[in-house]
């Protein structure tokens, strides 16, 4: 047994460990750990696209309020010439009484029209922007030619036909 520590008139001993058929430390496992974890953390970030996943939020959540914008300044006024409102948030079905604050009991429907429609319409904004993206950046075509792999077999291939 290994002794470590002496407080007062006891010795507290630990058994010693062995990690990888060597005798080490319990320091030394969790900083080994540690750093075995930190290497994992590293292989996920690069591997995973958690960082290309990252970027795209963050460019998700600057692009929300363009396209909001352009659905509130630029749409939604065409849809007010079409229906006569720009905004359905009053249109609701009474149930009859009011609650605590003495605001009529309804159903607002009317405002949840409002945000259907605007969903419908970022959603086809952002559709028409992805399809304007992919048209502009078309994929690359794949090439068609052999592998190294399979020239190599080929070459192997020939030279044991002699």
Not at 7 to 16: A, E, K, M, Y
Not at 133 to 141: F, S, T
Request: aromatic residues 8%; proline residues 6%; glycine residues 8%.
């Amino acid at each position: 047994m290994l002794q470590t520590t002496q407080s007062d008139s006891h010795v507290r001993s630990i058994p010693p460990l062995f990690y990888n058929d060597r005798l080490v430390c319990v320091s030394q496992i969790d900083a080994q750990r540690e750093t075995e974890m930190i290497s994992e953390f590293k292989e996920f970030i690069n591997k995973g696209g958690v960082f290309e996943a990252a970027v795209g939020l963050i460019m998700a959540l600057a692009f929300a309020p363009v396209v909001q914008g352009l659905v509130d300044f630029m749409i939604m006024p065409i849809v007010a010439r079409i229906f006569g409102k720009p905004d359905f948030s009053e249109l609701k079905i009474g149930l009859g009484g009011v609650d605590a604050d003495g605001n009529e009991a309804a159903i607002q429907y009317g405002s949840w029209l409002t945000v259907v429609i605007g969903f419908i319409l970022i959603a086809l904004v952002i559709f028409m922007l992805v399809k304007a993206y992919n048209r502009a950046n078309p994929p690359e075509p794949e090439d068609d030619s052999p592998s190294a792999e399979d020239l190599l077999t080929e070459i192997r291939d020939s030279l044991a036909r002699g």
